[in-house]
């Protein structure tokens, strides 16, 4: 993965538009703050293949970034994004990590499952 490049990322989720899609979305602070002994309240949300119709979205701040999608039922919101690349499979994969590299947040984006 790469560091965020703001108008290349906007670019690549616009090419979702209008059509169905796959998403995957992940937070998580709780294994990584369980395993490092850390008083941390455990937290974390997962969805992986869920097919969303995306009528316009936008990545926004100075980064970390935003990323906001809207869909037919509603949005979708991920916060901390750092990261990111296009995969072999035109797969758009966005992620936030902590200094260290831990996950804290992804974002995907597919025209076939994941």
């Known amino acids: 993965m790469k560091p965020i490049e703001v108008k290349e990322v906007q670019k690549q989720i616009e090419g979702f538009f209008n059509k169905d899609v796959y998403i995957h ?38 980064g970390p970034y935003r990323v906001g999608l809207k869909t037919e ?25 902590e200094k260290d590299g831990k996950l804290g947040v992804a974002l995907q984006l597919s025209n076939e499952p994941f």
Do not use: Q
């Open 25 to 62: 979305l992940e937070t998580t602070n709780g294994a990584y703050a369980v395993h490092t002994g850390e008083r941390t309240f455990s937290v974390g949300a997962y969805i992986r293949n869920t097919k969303v119709r995306i009528s316009t979205g936008k990545i926004t701040g100075n």
């Open 73 to 97: 039922l509603g949005w979708i919101y991920a916060e901390g994004i750092t990261d990111w690349v296009v995969d072999e499979k035109g797969r758009l994969l966005m992620a936030g990590h």
